[in-house]
C-alpha cells in the first residue's frame, strides 16, 4: 500500500468550488440552477486586455519569463500601488503569481511548523485553515464578528498572540462577509504588532477595489513599522474579472523574497506570458469598466441586502467591500450547510453554508452577488418560497 507524509491528512479544500460542480452537474442535467455561490465576476474580461493577450503571442511572447515576472509587469504594479495608496514599493519587491493562492501557500509555508501558530481569519477564506494545517502548524482562529460588521477587532487580534505566533493573516475587504475594517482598527492593530517584532503578517486586499458607502480601503503597505515583515496578497481576479487567467501578486519584505521565488522556480517556473501581458495592459490602460463594474456590484449589493432582510428568520447586515453579503440565518431553525443543500436541490439557488468558512460561519450562508438583478431577485423569490413553506428538521 502506498504510504504518503501525513501533511496530506490534513490539508483541506475550498468547498465553493465543490458546490459548483455539483450545480454544473445539475445544469447538464436540464436544472434551472441560480449560482450565488462561486466568487466570480459575471462580467467578461474588458476587451483591450483580451486584445494585449493576443497581440502578445502574436509577438512571440509564448516562452518561459522570470520566475518572478517580467518587470514591466512589475513595475506597472509598483506605479498602481503608489498611484493609489502613495506607497513606495520597488519592483523587485513585486512578484507575479498564478493567481492569489500561491501567496498564500508560499506565506504559510514559510512559517507554518509543528509548534507554531498562525493567526487566520474566522469565518475566512478556507485555504488559509487548510495550509495552516497542511505545515503542522497550530492554526488560531481570529473571530470576526457580526456586531463588529465583521471588521476584524485590533484589540481581541493583538489578544491572541503568543510567543509562539508566527504569522498572522488579515483580510480586508474580506471574503465570505463582505467586512472592511477602517484605519482607526488597523491603526490600533499596527500600533500593537510593534510590541511583537518577530510575528510576519499576511494582508490579503484581492478586494482593494471594491468598498462602498464612502468607505477607504486601508493598504497595509502604508505603515512603515511593519513593512520589513509585511507580505501584501492582490491580483487582477476580480478586480478585471479575470479569475481564469490565473494572474496575482506579491509584495514580499527582504529576504522572504528570495525565498518565494525559489519556491516559485520549484513550483510553477513562471506565470504564463500572455496573461502577464494582459495583466500590464490591466493596470495601464483605461479603468472605466473597472468603475462600471464595481458601481453594478454596489446597486445589486443594496438589492441583495434589502431581499435577504425580508426573507423569513433572516437578517443580514450591509457588507461595506468585496461582493458578499453574509446573511444571519439563525432564526429559520436550519443549519446553514444543510440548508444550503437543500436550497440548491429543491429550489436550484446555489449558496455556500458558513461552516465552510469556519467554526464561526455556523448561523450564516454566503451569497455572492458577482450575478445580474433579475438572477438575484429570482433567487431571493425561491429563497422565500422555500422558508415560507419548509421547516426545519
Known sequence: MLKTVANFDRIGEENAFAVLARANALVAQGRDIISLGIGQPDFRTPEFIVEA???????GHHGYTAANGILPLREAVAADLHKRYGVEVSPESVMIMPGGKPTMFMSILMFGEPGAEIMYPDPGFPIYRSMIEYTGATPVPVPIREENGF??????????????????IVNSPANPTGGVTGKAEVDRLVAGLEKWPDVAIMSDEIYDHMVYDGEKHVCLLSYPSIRDRLILLNGWSKTYAMTGWRLGYAVFPGKLYDYARKLAVNLHSCVNASAQFAGLAA???????????????????????????KLPGVSCVVPKGAFYAFPNIKGTGWKAKELANTLLNETGVVTIGGPDFGILGEGYLRLSYANSTENILKALDRMGEFLASRKAA
Open 283 to 309: 493596470l495601464t490602460g483605461p479603468q472605466d469598466e473597472v468603475w462600471k463594474m464595481i458601481a453594478e456590484f454596489d446597486k445589486r449589493r443594496i438589492v441583495v441586502v434589502a431581499g435577504l432582510n
Open 151 to 168: 471588521a476584524f477587532s485590533a484589540e481581541e487580534t493583538l489578544r491572541l498572540i503568543t510567543p509562539k505566533t508566527r504569522l498572522i
Open 53 to 59: 493577450a493576443i497581440k502578445a503571442l502574436r509577438d
